[in-house]
């Protein structure tokens, strides 16, 4: 590994530390830190970024994280881990997706020192952590009520990412375009790589997806050369385009499938009623693919997102 300088402390090849990076205070003036763990081997090696909780209500993502750090399960042979469970401290206190003042982290890169919290932390994110990676895994999970299929998030013209993401090998790959002031279009733009994992949802456990996250680490770390260990390459289903299909009317919401399914153009996904038992509306596919994602909402409005529909290539 080359040296590094996080928040003023020098990381020297071999070394492993925990380091806190003070934020702010809470109106109570208890210290907010962002705890930074490096686990690094003697031997040269590619900078990998492993995060969550960019989105403080994401608990799926946190505990992946942390499962990696508490049961050791990564120790690299060749290169440095940086391991941050919890980026936003602020949402996981108040079960929020956001900040206090409702900014989203990840529309707030490259952040201001002298800007919102938010702002505060994407420079943090920018400044102190960019620029020690080569290549990242932010874990992130769907929003409420609304459950991800274990999925990587990249824009397809990003050959390298692209590339690293079918060595994560997760069940399927998905296109999706740099969004502005995110974390994974700043690390971009600093020609680094950030790989979005989703699955699951926000607020709740899923140790299915969770599983799913830990043996993806593991085959693109394997991939990169930087641990030991059998990770056997897993075949991903690569997702040029997805919509979701939408509700026409409001009323009670009944899938007839679940995640992973692959469904063709005209089946029928779900139905919605009302509580009389007089109305039944059939919801149809838009088109043929797999459901990537479902709301797992009982009770929905007309226009609300009830399905997504990924469009499979072949397996890679």
Request: net charge positive; glycine share 10%.
């Amino acid at each position: 590994m080359k040296e590094m300088v996080i928040n003023g402390i020098r990381v020297r090849p071999g070394q492993s530390l925990n380091i806190e990076i003070a934020i702010a205070r809470l109106p109570t003036h208890t210290l907010i830190d962002l705890p930074v763990f490096i686990r690094s081997s003697s031997t040269p090696g590619p900078t990998v970024l492993i995060c969550g909780g960019v989105h403080g209500d994401e608990i799926n993502g946190i505990v992946t994280v942390k499962r990696m750090l508490e049961e050791n399960i990564f120790q690299p042979t060749k290169g440095t881990l940086i391991f941050i469970p919890l980026v936003n401290v602020y949402g996981f206190l108040s079960n929020s997706r956001t900040f206090p003042d409702g900014r989203d982290l990840n529309r707030s890169f490259p952040g201001n020192n002298k800007g919102s919290l938010a702002s505060q932390i994407a420079q943090i994110l920018t400044k102190e952590i960019i620029p020690q990676i080569d290549y990242g895994i932010d874990f992130h999970t769907g929003g409420r009520m609304l459950s991800n299929y274990p999925q990587i998030r990249v824009d397809f013209r990003d050959q390298k990412g692209l590339e690293l993401a079918e060595a994560f090998g997760a069940n399927f790959t998905v296109n999706s375009m740099h969004i502005d002031k995110s974390f994974r279009k700043e690390a971009f733009k600093n020609n680094k790589h950030l790989l979005v994992f989703e699955g699951g949802e926000s607020m709740r456990l899923d140790d299915q997806v969770i599983q799913e996250g830990i043996a993806g680490t593991g085959r693109l770390l394997k991939y990169l050369e930087m641990i030991n260990g059998d990770y056997p390459l897993n075949k991903t289903h690569k997702i040029e385009e997805s919509r979701w299909v939408r509700a026409k009317v409001s009323g009670i919401f009944n899938a007839s499938v679940s995640l992973g399914d692959e469904v063709r153009k005209g089946q029928m996904l779900a139905k919605i009623s009302d509580p009389y038992g007089q109305v039944k509306v059939p919801i149809k596919a838009s088109a043929s693919g797999f459901v990537i994602g479902i709301n797992n909402l009982p009770v929905v409005n007309a226009g609300d997102a009830l399905v997504h529909i990924g469009k499979s290539q072949v397996k890679v």
